[in-house]
């Protein structure tokens, strides 16, 4: 059974930094598109940052040269280091891994990503 698991969620100042951290059993890590995405109240889930097989990665513009995502293979881990942090990148964050290979212009979107972690959240003040 697949099982992920975030933590490293909190509350910052604007400017801050937070790492988020994702733990994964029950699958082969290694063979998993993984990736982080956010819900923020009355909003709608948007992908934030991808990784996929070959270690590719891909961002939403809105946090390009802010986030950095990595993954630990030996660890089965993934990571979300956030930088430069917003009052709108408050949300909750949510840890997602896909089986079947995903196309690059759908790596972002929800939808393809089969599981999902319970999510974590980060709050932001100005």
């Known amino acids: 059974q697949v099982q992920l698991a975030e933590s490293g969620g909190g509350s910052v100042q604007s400017g801050g930094s937070l790492r988020l951290s994702c733990a994964a059993s029950g699958y082969s890590y290694s063979s998993y598109y993984m990736g982080w995405f956010r819900q923020a109240p009355g909003k709608e889930r948007e992908g934030v940052a991808v990784?996929?097989?070959?270690?590719?990665?891909r961002y939403a513009d809105s946090v390009k040269g802010r986030f950095t995502i990595s993954r630990d293979n030996a660890k089965n881990s993934l990571y979300l280091q956030m930088n430069s942090l917003k009052p709108e990148d408050t949300a909750m964050y949510y840890c997602?891994?896909?089986?079947?290979?995903?196309?690059?212009?759908?790596?972002?979107?929800?939808?393809?990503?089969?599981?999902w972690g319970q999510g974590t959240q980060v709050t932001v003040s100005s």
């Open positions: 990784v996929d097989v070959d270690g590719i990665t």
């Open positions: 997602a891994a896909a089986l079947t290979r995903i196309a690059w212009w759908a790596l972002l979107l929800p939808t393809p990503y089969n599981y």
